[in-house]
């Protein structure tokens, strides 16, 4: 089975750019997930999708970050502009439903540099 | 509100020794409490959870959890440590009245020497 996978694995860009992340969850999962992990610190969700619907965007920034999953499928999220606190590594998952007993699979993530 | 608390940074273990990761929680619900390890330059993997039933939960690797809930934790276990156990573990919390959110600890870095 072909998991969670994340493009690009690494980027750098300078204050102020925009950038694009990049997820295809594992097939037929219907939830996925944004994950923002700062150095030092456990994963902090910035947003759930049951297919293509938020369920949960409570602690997404939404003056410079948003996100979509187009066709419950793929799913793209966005930083513009980017601010030096951004910094992180954004890790998406998914699973086959968003019931509270269901665990998360992840996509090694992409680690991203603001200068 | 949901909270995940994972007292140590880092856990020093020799190879063959047991070993126990710590982690407590706050719920306002019924706890479903979860594990994940992640490894050098990839994603975090499950490990275990613990939903109802049995407090002793069993998991990938031989790793084990018990839940107690006077205590509200769910310490993370293995009677025999690897030097290929050397991780980055996160214990993670939902509850049945918070939504759909998931809560993960800062992670505690166990270092397994041979």
């Known amino acids: 089975e072909a998991g969670v996978a994340q493009s690009p694995r690494y980027k750098i860009i300078e204050k102020r750019q925009s950038v694009a992340f990049w997820c295809n969850p594992i097939?037929?999962?219907?939830?996925l997930y944004w994950y923002q992990q700062i150095l030092g610190q456990g994963p902090k969700l910035l947003i759930q999708?049951?297919?293509?619907?938020?369920?949960?965007d409570s602690q997404l920034p939404k003056d410079r970050f948003s996100a979509e999953r187009l066709k419950g499928v793929d799913s793209t999220l966005k930083i513009q502009p980017a601010k030096l606190e951004d910094s992180a590594v954004y890790l998406c998952a998914s699973s086959t439903d968003s019931y509270m007993n269901t665990e998360a699979f992840f996509g090694q993530g992409t680690r991203l540099t603001v200068v | 509100a949901q909270s995940v608390a994972q007292p140590e940074d880092q856990v020093n273990v020799a190879e063959g020794n047991p070993l126990t990761v710590k982690c407590t929680y706050s719920v306002s619900g019924n706890p479903y409490l979860f594990w994940y390890v992640q490894y050098p330059n990839r994603g975090l993997q499950f490990l275990l959870k613990?939903?109802?039933?049995?407090?002793l939960v069993k998991g990938s690797y031989g790793f084990e959890a018990e839940f107690n809930k006077s205590q509200t934790s769910f310490h993370l276990k293995k009677p025999s440590a690897l030097v290929s156990d050397s991780a980055l573990y996160f214990c993670a919390v939902r509850d049945d009245t918070g939504g759909f959110k998931t809560i993960f600890g800062a992670g505690t870095r166990l270092f397994v020497k041979a």
């Open positions: 613990y939903i109802t039933g049995d407090n």
């Open positions: 097939s037929g999962h219907a939830t």
């Open positions: 999708f049951q297919n293509n619907g938020v369920v949960d």
